[in-house]
């Protein structure tokens, strides 16, 4: 005889709460619980913004150490990337965890916002919000690239490191960059979308996300700063060099990939499936 499948109504009440437990949460419940985060952000003064903008691209800076130092002492071979590329890592994980404010993360956060409301004042915040996020962001990263490159912070041996991963920053011509930025910025944008439900899995999903922009060396605004600077710092490269073939094309892209590609198309997802959350509806 075929075994009979047990309908709801069958289930007792412990069961039926057991069974929602174990639901996977839907695309809608995902959105409000980043959305929420985007109207507290949007909310908070503007110092304190700049105040953890500011620890964050200090703290990034753990990322090009970790590197570095995975690098230095792991022998020459083609799969060097594979070990320094976990020290990437190393950077996401003190800003995310210690709920500091990264530039990246706010080009999806605040643009669920923006799209749910549309009125120009959300707008207007989150331009402010982007430009002292970032700003702050890019003084941490200076500051940390200037430790290091005028100050004994590290064995003088790991300077080599240092410089080999700072010219990887200037590796690719202008559009080349720009379209790798996107991919960058599109998966720290599905990182953070993961984030509300991980739980337990939170350090994993950081690692194993931030693991593959490091070792495809996707171009990332913050913690590509500090290797950049280190360069311009250490007389490699100049400052033009910084903006042209660094900097604009990776700001450009992260935003593209993570405004674009993951903002607009998840809120779309929660948009047309009939959710008031997204649509602003009553």
């Known amino acids: 005889m075929t075994e009979k499948t047990p309908r709801e109504n069958d289930l007792n009440s412990n ?19 980043i959305r929420r985060e985007a109207e507290s952000e949007l909310s908070r003064p503007l110092v304190g913004l700049g105040w953890s903008a500011l620890a964050a691209g200090l703290s ?30 190393i950077g996401f994980l003190f800003v995310i965890l ?15 916002e923006v799209l749910r409301v549309r009125k120009w004042v959300t707008v207007a915040g989150t331009l402010k919000l982007w430009l002292v996020v970032l700003l702050c962001n890019m003084i941490g990263t200076a500051i940390f690239a200037i430790a290091l490159s005028y100050f004994d912070v590290l064995d003088p041996k790991i300077n080599d490191a240092l410089s080999a991963i700072a010219a990887r920053e200037y590796e690719f011509p202008f559009g080349t960059m720009f379209v790798r930025a996107i991919f960058a910025g599109w998966l720290v944008a599905l990182m953070l979308w993961l984030m509300p439900f991980a739980e337990t899995a939170r350090v994993g999903v950081i690692i194993l996300v931030t693991y593959v922009i490091g070792l495809a060396h996707f171009p990332h605004i913050v913690a590509g700063s500090v290797a950049a600077l280190y360069g311009v710092f250490q007389g490699d490269f100049s400052m033009t060099e910084f903006f042209t073939l660094f900097f604009t094309p990776t700001l450009l892209g ?6 674009m590609l993951v903002a607009a198309v998840n809120y779309a997802q929660v948009a047309y499936s009939g959710s008031d959350k997204a649509t602003g509806k009553a």
């Open 15 to 33: 069961e039926k709460r057991d069974a929602r437990q174990r639901e996977a949460p839907s695309a809608a419940v995902v959105y409000e619980a």
């Open 60 to 89: 990034m800076g753990f990322s090009l150490v970790a590197q570095a130092l995975l690098y230095s002492y792991t022998p020459e071979a083609t799969w060097r990337p594979i070990i320094s590329s976990f020290g990437y890592s």
């Open 98 to 112: 210690g709920r500091q404010q990264l530039f990246t993360e706010n080009t999806l956060t605040p643009v669920l």
């Open 254 to 259: 992260n935003m593209v990939g993570g405004i």
